[in-house]
């Protein structure tokens, strides 16, 4: 008897634990991680904020998580809550490391809450550039070069940094310690072409337009499904890819687990060092890459190469590739200024499918007949 | 008497006979780096197909790797080797400075700042692009005029100043005082100039145009000629200003041969290889080390033959044969010469009586 009596109140007190989590999860409006393909972010809706999650922010990181509560300005937060974790929504003034942070925000017609910039040189979207030149985008510099005085004179609501390891932390102490919010966006170490496209749902939590970075996102992830099915459909040969330049006598290899490795996959190529894994770009001879290099059909990315004399100029012996002699050299280079900013890695991050289709019409003409190319450019 | 002066001709004899192996030994070994240097990379090519690719009977792509990457590659190292070693040795015995080097001095850097001055300075006129053909002399031109500029410093300081280790460290200021004006034509130039200028600056041996070969060559033959007609004026320096002096060496022109001959080694390597660190220093007390003299008739081509065989040992070791990655140059070239450059400071007391 009093055994079965232990029994029941045992059942009962797990069964009523499963209640109350239950009934946690149905008093909150939205659990579920809204990230389906980045890998380093994770955005979950609570119950008057947003909890943002960046994993692993910065290169070699392992197990390292960010997490960051987006609130409406003026909301009132609880108290375990560190309060120089939470940033108030939707930012107003931001100050971004990087161009495809730049991208993101004038996708979500945010522009004009961008107040510096690392490296204006850098930028292509015309709009950010029209704002800089009438003086409301201010040059911030870069890394140990970073003008402090000038961000505390600005002083965002938000510095958007990408990782550069345990190093950050440390010429960033000084801002944080003045208030100002320091995010590490760590889309450029997504190795899915989506998932680095994903990367505009943060923007969309900071800006209160949830909505509208959802949508940009789910008709990209649309559009680029689509092009990447046709593509397996019609493909009947791998062309083999090559990539870069070298580096005086070492060649810096993209391993077979990078984006662009992934994306001519996607697009129907077969790249030469697709078997290698790394976390970062591996230092090969030169003469390796170069006995490997012969049997390349397409030479991609090549640098900041203009014309074939710039290839030949880096390395005279490089014109003994079939591919160069055959004249299948692209550069993503197409949409520049004059000054170095390049399109293909600012709004490129924003949009997969425009890069898919670009590779594939240089890989697979008889698929896009007509097709004119966006981001890269035929080398001659 | 007598016996005494039989005993001193014996162990002459006996000397000169263990030179001569150990010359003998060296020059295999030279051999043997270099033939290793043709044979293992990165890529695993079998040996018979090296050799066919010497007679037009081997894979295509073999045969480019043979001729047109591994064996400029290995002559540059072979020319390297010996231009820094060299230089590091005349550079020891005018200071009469154990520690004295192209690279620890800093005329390497002067040499860099030379070479700014082309790459980085005159951005209107020449670009990296045209600095082919006579656009090379330009550039070792200017990588001389910069190291002889540092070398005349250095020489002004270490006559005002005998003790070697000040001179050593104000040659460490010197070669930061550089680095920090070329930091700042950095910063100033433009992106596309700046890049080709870090390039430079990464040592390596493996780029050299078939042209810039040819500069390397002419002029660092023209350095290893004057180096051996300089032993005489060495061995007299080596035993003080006052004694060369006094026994008919005109000091002044020894001093200023010596000087143009190391400006034209330590410059011409690094005009087209980039500073390549602790080669000049370290090779020279090895071979003072192995022959056990102080005799420049020796130590010359002793230190010709050494310093080829160990810039061939360092090109081999970085290219970590059999893997597909490789090492910076310079990497591999510091962890061979800065253990021997440590020993040399540890044991300085009885070593700097040789100076």
Redesign the interface.
Known sequence: MNILKYISLCLLIVVSGCGKGKKDTGYLTETRNKISRAERLSIVQKDGWTEVKIIDPWQGANGVKQVYYLAKRGSRLPEWMDSSAVIFVPVQKMICMSTTHVAMITALGEENSLAGVSGINFIYSPSVLRNAEKGLVADVGYEANLNKELIIKISPDLIMIYGIGSESSGYLGKIRELGIKVIINADYLETDPLGRAEWIKLFGALYSKDNLADSLFNSEEDAYTRLKSLIIKSVTIRPKVMLGLPFKDTWFISPGNSFISNLISDAGGDYLWKDTKSPVSMPYGIENVYIRGLKADYWLNISSVKNRKEITSVDPRLDDFPCFKNDNLFNNNKRITEKGGNDFWESGALHPHLLLKDIATILHPEIFPGNELMYYKKID | MKTAVRKDLTNEINSGRKARLIFICLFLLLILFLILDIFL???NIKPSEVIGAFFNNSHT??Q??IL???LP?AITALTVGIALSLSGLQMQTVFRNPMAGPYVLGISSGASLGVAFVILGFSSTIT??SL?GFGNWILVAASWVGAGAVMLLIMVISSKVKDIMTVLILGIMLSSGISAVVTIMQYFSN??LLKAYV?WT?G????L?VNQLNVLLISVSAGIILSLFSSKMLNALLLGENYAGSIGLNVRFARAVIFICTSILAGSVTAFCGPIGFIGIAVPHIVRILFKTSDHKILIPGTILMGGAVMLASDILS?LPGS???L?INAVTSLIGIPVVIWVILRNRQYSDSF
């Open positions: 990379g990165s890529v792509g073999f480019t790797i047109k990457f591994r590659k990296p692009e082919t992106e596309t390039i990464m390596s041996l493996g780029n145009t290219q597909e990655t490789v910076p």
